[in-house]
């Protein structure tokens, strides 16, 4: 049941959530098989910002019901490190054999964010040199701090910046939209009015949790978090379906899916391929069980 996404051809629809499966953290857990036996189709890399960046103060993560918030804050080595370091031992992967599909080779996705046109159209340029990278995210959930617009909510913003990124690259531009808008299939359409290749939802929807302590404080060392897991399924169904009905470019769907079950649903709303996030933290393996629930259950 290969698949094909904006020319790549994938051993079956399921991917990673970006920053949920770090790769080279598997490695060293699983050893050198995971080469051969990656749980997903695709691999997209964490966020990937122009400098090096430490991330949140702690605490980052919260436990909600049938959730997960987290405050992470983009901690990652900068562009020129994650081309030196990190892009060599994440390239190269196959998918999971095992599973009921052929083995192929596991695509690289390198998601990038930057705070304006310029410093996206940096990492978008330095991503299209390396071969190693097949197709590029935006992760547009930020402010714009040339405009003070953000990015990702605003659809005119959207179309302007994608339509300065798209001359810098001839790889394929994936859209990972914010769930975070007034309006989420108007963003995609005005990502795809700019010149994207497909489109990605939801990333997580903005929470806050209070000091357990009882001083009522916001507990997260970045104040407000990202929600994820079961409990934002739903949410990730309803803005997958509307935003599948709204534009012609691929979608790839994603949020709270733990089961085939799920990845189905998102599968039927209008999405292309579907993305396993925070349920990879309880089972690293999920991408695998998932696809092959795919392959099973059809
Ligand atoms: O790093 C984070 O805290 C983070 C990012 Br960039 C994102 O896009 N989504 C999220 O839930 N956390």
């Known amino acids: 049941m290969s698949v094909e996404l904006c020319g790549l051809r994938l051993a079956h629809p399921v991917v990673n959530g970006s920053g949920t499966f770090d790769a080279i953290a598997a490695l060293r857990a699983f050893g050198e098989p995971l080469r051969e036996a990656f749980p997903f189709s695709a691999y997209v890399s964490k966020t990937i910002t122009l400098h090096p960046r430490t991330g949140n103060p702690p605490p980052r993560l919260w436990e909600a019901p049938a959730g997960m918030i987290n405050s992470i804050g983009l901690p990652n080595k900068g562009l020129d490190g994650y081309l030196a370091e990190d892009l060599p031992l994440i390239a190269g992967f196959r998918s999971d054999p095992a599973a009921g599909f052929e083995a192929m080779p596991v695509p690289v996705i390198t998601n990038v964010m930057g705070s304006d046109a310029e410093e996206l159209g940096r990492l978008v340029e330095a991503c299209d040199a390396r071969s190693e990278i097949a197709a590029i995210e ?161």
């Open 138 to 298: 935006l992760n547009v959930s930020c402010p714009n701090v040339a405009t003070g617009l953000d990015i990702g909510a605003d659809p005119a913003e959207l179309e302007r910046v994608l339509a300065a990124l798209r001359p810098r690259t001839g790889k394929p531009l994936i859209v990972k939209l914010t769930p975070n808008a007034a309006d989420v299939p108007a963003c995609a359409l005005g990502a795809q009015a700019g010149g994207a290749d497909a489109v990605s939802l939801i990333n997580t929807l903005r929470a806050a949790a209070l000091d357990p302590g009882g001083s009522g404080r916001l507990w997260l060392g970045g104040r407000t978090g990202g929600l994820s897991g079961p409990a934002i399924r739903a949410v990730a169904l309803a803005q997958v379906a509307a935003v599948a009905a709204a534009v012609e470019v691929p979608v790839i769907g994603m949020g709270g899916v733990q089961r085939s079950e799920h990845a189905r649903e998102l599968l039927d709303a209008g999405a292309s391929l579907v993305a396993v996030g925070t349920e990879s933290f309880r089972d690293p393996a999920a991408g695998t069980r998932i696809a092959a629930g795919l392959v099973l259950r059809g």
